[in-house]
């Protein structure tokens, strides 16, 4: 993933030392919420471009894309 940099949180002093009690990683699990978020955010990007796409392509009359479709095969 390349280099990497340090962030830091406020937590409530109960639910650090809950996360101590359980032996649980804090860093580990804040690491894989960041990236299900980006991956999520990414998602909804992509999601936004296809309906433009999709917004796009609906202007453009059935003939035209039957005749484009026609001259590609023909100079094949």
């Known amino acids: 993933m390349g280099r990497s940099v340090v962030?830091?949180?406020r937590i409530p002093e109960e639910?650090?030392?809950e996360l101590?009690?359980?032996e649980i990683d804090e860093a580990e699990i804040i690491r894989k919420a960041l990236m299900n978020e980006v991956r999520r955010a990414k998602a909804k990007d992509l999601e936004r471009?296809?309906?433009d796409?999709?917004?796009a392509l609906s202007k453009i009359p059935p003939e035209e894309v039957v005749k484009e479709i026609r001259e590609d095969?023909?100079?094949r």
Do not use: H, N
Request: glycine share 6%; net charge neutral; proline share 0%.
């Open 49 to 51: 471009e296809m309906e």
């Open 20 to 22: 101590e009690k359980y």
């Open 7 to 9: 962030i830091s949180v």
């Open 15 to 17: 639910l650090k030392e």
């Open 53 to 55: 796409v999709g917004r």
């Open 73 to 75: 095969r023909e100079k």
